[in-house]
């Protein structure tokens, strides 16, 4: 699986725009970006993933560059629930999903 | 998303006792099911990936004989710790993913369990 970057943390004031970005430099053509995130104690929750296009959920948009080098979650209007470490992930869309460190992000008031 | 519950949340032993975590998907069939550990601070390891009816793949350096897995049917996994050591302490999580005869939903994605508190005394 290719191996991600990110950010190791990042603050953003309550209802602005969180983006959160990640390159994975090495990701081959059947790989998909794949977002997770975990709330402290929590197990990881699914965000949004993508193969080449952008993508758009009711959670986060997925922003994915046109050389699939790297991508950018985007949190629309970020909310103190949306305190957590977030994950960016490539794997083939059957394969596992191998964690990095992910970005702690900390939404303030 | 699918759901995916994992039983005990929580569980404290004694050292030198076993530890049975089940892993559960609810609403799927998981033809697939990885376990991973989680220290304090650090991320998710993958330990172990296993297939319905067949023995588990395990990442290197995790002890199979230490991590027993069971993936007897397509909605139960099991991992048992056995004899348990203080190091053993960590929090464990199950993940499911769907094959093809699930919901479109939950087909090649993987959803995760709420994760087990495993500490041993």
């Known amino acids: 699986d290719a191996k991600t970057t990110q950010p190791p943390s990042m603050d953003c004031a309550e209802g602005r725009a969180a983006n959160l970005p990640c390159n994975h430099s090495t990701i081959s053509g059947n790989e998909y970006v794949y977002w997770y995130r975990q709330i402290h104690s929590q197990g990881p929750q699914y965000i949004i993933h993508?193969?080449?296009n952008n993508e758009t959920n009711e959670m986060a948009s997925l922003i994915i560059t046109e050389d699939r080098k790297s991508s950018t979650l985007i949190l629309p209007h970020a909310t103190l629930r949306d305190t957590a470490v977030y994950y960016c992930?490539?794997?083939?869309?059957?394969?596992?999903?191998?964690f990095g460190d992910g970005t702690t992000l900390t939404v303030k008031p | 998303g699918a759901v995916v519950s994992q039983h005990p949340s929580w569980v404290i032993c004694k050292s030198g006792t076993s530890v049975k975590i089940e892993c559960r998907s609810l609403?799927?069939?998981?033809?697939?099911m990885f376990w991973y550990r989680q220290f304090p601070k650090q991320s998710l390891m993958l330990m172990a990936t296993?297939?319905?009816?067949?023995?588990?793949?395990?990442e290197q350096g995790v002890e199979k004989d230490k991590f027993l897995i069971n993936h007897a049917s397509l909605t139960l996994s099991t991992l048992t710790v056995t004899s348990a050591h203080p190091e053993d302490s960590s929090f464990y999580i199950c993940?499911?993913?769907?094959?093809?005869?699930?919901?479109?939903?939950?087909?090649?994605?993987?959803?995760f369990g709420p994760g087990t508190r495993l500490t041993v005394l």
């Open positions: 609403d799927f069939q998981a033809t697939t």
């Open positions: 993940s499911a993913r769907g094959g093809t005869s699930s919901p479109k939903s939950s087909y090649n994605e993987q959803f």
């Open positions: 296993s297939n319905e009816g067949s023995k588990a793949t395990y």
């Open positions: 993508g193969l080449k």
């Open positions: 992930i490539v794997r083939p869309n059957a394969g596992k999903s191998t």
